[in-house]
């Protein structure tokens, strides 16, 4: 009988090539008729692989989920960019591939991050995501997340909605 682990784990920088590969996924799956298409391919084709071995040696934390060595996703994360809100710590970004998704995997991520944001200081917390993208909003809300800040981003020429979720 096999055991198989799931860890969630600072990334290193020989995480990159699989992180790489699971932001591709993750993002196609998620974003694929939201964002314009060409604004999506050009967004994924600037982070590849050593875009992320650079990132895993930068200010902000990467963290992987692990499953049975294959990273199924990952969360980064750091102090808060919108000095317009109270809450100090942000979630920049938090995907999985689609095939470990809706397995209790996200939410094991989600609260390594907010342990990891609580563990430098940070008080509260805010996590940005697309109006339109109903598995973001459903799962930010069932963890307990408030819609309090809107705002727009620009793919190249179409702005969309984004929705600030906070945690004080």
């Not at 050593?50 to 930068?58: D, E, N, S, V």
């Not at 992987?64 to 996703?73: C, I, M």
């Not at 996590?127 to 109903?134: A, G, H, I, M």
Request: hydrophobic fraction near 40%; glycine fraction near 10%; charged fraction near 25%.
């Amino acid at each position: 009988m096999k055991t198989l682990t799931i860890e969630i784990r600072h990334a290193e920088p020989a995480d990159a090539r699989a992180i790489s590969d699971a932001h591709r996924s993750a993002w196609q799956y998620s974003y694929g008729g939201l964002i314009p298409h060409k604004a999506l391919t050009q967004m994924l084709e600037r982070r590849g692989e050593a875009w992320w071995r650079k990132a895993t040696r930068g200010p902000a934390t990467i963290l992987v989920a692990d499953v049975a060595g294959v990273v199924a996703g990952y969360a980064t994360l750091g102090l808060n960019r919108a000095r317009s809100l109270p809450q100090e710590g942000e979630i920049y970004e938090i995907y999985l591939r689609p095939e470990y998704q809706g397995i209790g995997l996200g939410y094991r991520l989600f609260q390594e991050a907010r342990h990891q944001l609580k563990s430098i200081g940070c008080n509260g917390l805010v996590v940005w995501c697309l109006e339109d993208s109903e598995n973001a909003d459903r799962f930010f809300r069932s963890n307990g997340g408030v819609d309090l800040a809107e705002g727009m981003e620009d793919f190249g020429e179409v702005s969309l909605k984004k929705v600030g979720f906070v945690w004080n």
